[in-house]
């Protein structure tokens, strides 16, 4: 059974930082794909940033120089580093785990900043 267990949410204030994480459990981590999104209220669930096995990055263009995905294969966690947060950040997170054709989805960790 595929667990992606997510932390490091919280309040912080604009311009601030917050890391978060997500531990991967009953899946094959080195050989996925691992992402992050966000879901404000009201709004869907869109891409922030995702990493192949490869290492290649993709980041959606209102994170670029802000925020960095970064993976530890030993540890089988994904770290989501966000920087210089905006109001506009405020939104719950949630990481992904993608093998073959099926994605695996974290519960969500709130991300809330202030202005």
């Known amino acids: 059974q595929v667990q992606l267990v997510e932390s490091g949410g919280g309040l912080v204030q604009a311009g601030g930082s917050l890391r978060l994480s997500c531990a991967a459990s009953?899946?094959?981590?080195?050989?996925?794909?691992v992402g992050w999104y966000r879901q404000a209220p009201g709004k869907q669930r869109d891409l922030v940033a995702v990493?192949?096995?490869?290492?290649?990055?993709n980041y959606a263009d209102s994170v670029k120089g802000r925020f960095t995905i970064a993976r530890d294969n030993a540890k089988r966690t994904v770290y989501l580093q966000m920087n210089s947060l905006k109001p506009e950040d405020t939104a719950v997170y949630y990481c992904m785990l993608s093998r073959g054709i099926a994605n695996y989805w974290g519960q969500g960790t709130q991300v809330t900043v202030s202005s």
């Open positions: 009953g899946i094959i981590f080195s050989s996925s794909a």
């Open positions: 990493m192949d096995s490869g290492y290649s990055t």
